[in-house]
């Protein structure tokens, strides 16, 4: 696609309930990225797929959040048992930067998923 | 590790007076480094990146930032501001052997009439 596509926009859920929320990539970018946005807590690294090799998964903040990529393209973040402290805007970001040949471009971002646990 | 410190998280400033956000990083080998630019109500998108050569680098909407190796620093600055500069700023950095992406804070820019 034109850029990087992320479903739903908005999703509002109740506390308890887990929720899928899913990004599509710039066809033929590798690296894909999730961060979380929280008001005045800047871009939360969560975690980060690089091709076939292992994800960093170094910034889920507990073991409620789980994220997938299916076949190098879309991903899916996965929160179970939502909590209120999980409402943020989730974004993703894919590129196609490769490693370790060094030279490295721009990571693109989707408009984010808003997301209201009530 | 690497880390982002965005001293500032507002900055107020007038139209047409010039304007610097801060951005330090810590990092034990080398890092590409980059600002993005968030609109209100957008997405994040480019405004400038470091990955070698000149120092000084220039990016969209009139904004440059200068790489200080000595003083691990990367700060955005504008000679002249508009209205429509009026957006939160990223810093980010990505050490040249990973693709694992940190951000700062961010810092609004927030400029009056």
């Known amino acids: 696609g034109a850029g990087v596509s992320q479903s739903p926009s908005n999703k509002v859920t109740e506390k308890g309930k887990d929720v899928e929320l899913r990004c599509d990539p710039i066809s033929g970018h590798t690296a894909l990225y999730w961060y979380r946005q929280s008001l005045g807590q800047g871009l939360e690294f969560l975690i980060y797929?690089?091709?076939?090799?292992?994800?960093?998964k170094s910034g889920l903040p507990s073991d409620r959040f789980s994220a997938e990529r299916t076949g190098g393209s879309v991903s899916t973040l996965t929160i179970q048992r939502t909590q209120q402290e999980d409402s943020a805007v989730y974004l993703c970001a894919s590129s196609l930067t490769p490693v370790p040949t060094g030279s490295s471009t721009e990571a693109f971002f989707g408009q984010g998923t808003r997301l209201t646990v009530v | 590790a690497q880390s982002v410190t965005q001293l500032d998280s507002q900055v107020p400033v007038f139209e047409e007076a010039p304007v610097e956000l801060r951005c330090n990083y810590s990092?034990?080998?080398?890092?590409?480094l980059f600002w993005y630019v968030q609109y209100p109500n957008q997405g994040l998108q480019l405004l400038l990146k470091y990955l070698s050569g000149s120092t000084l680098v220039k990016g969209i909407n009139g904004f440059e930032a200068e790489f200080n190796k000595s003083q691990t620093s990367f700060h955005l600055r504008k000679p002249s501001v508009h209205i429509s500069d009026t957006a939160e700023y990223f810093c980010a950095v990505r050490r040249i052997n990973t693709d694992k992406l940190i951000f700062g804070t961010g810092t609004r820019l927030q400029v009056f009439p």
């Open positions: 990092s034990s080998v080398s890092v590409y």
């Open positions: 797929f690089q091709g076939n090799s292992a994800p960093d």
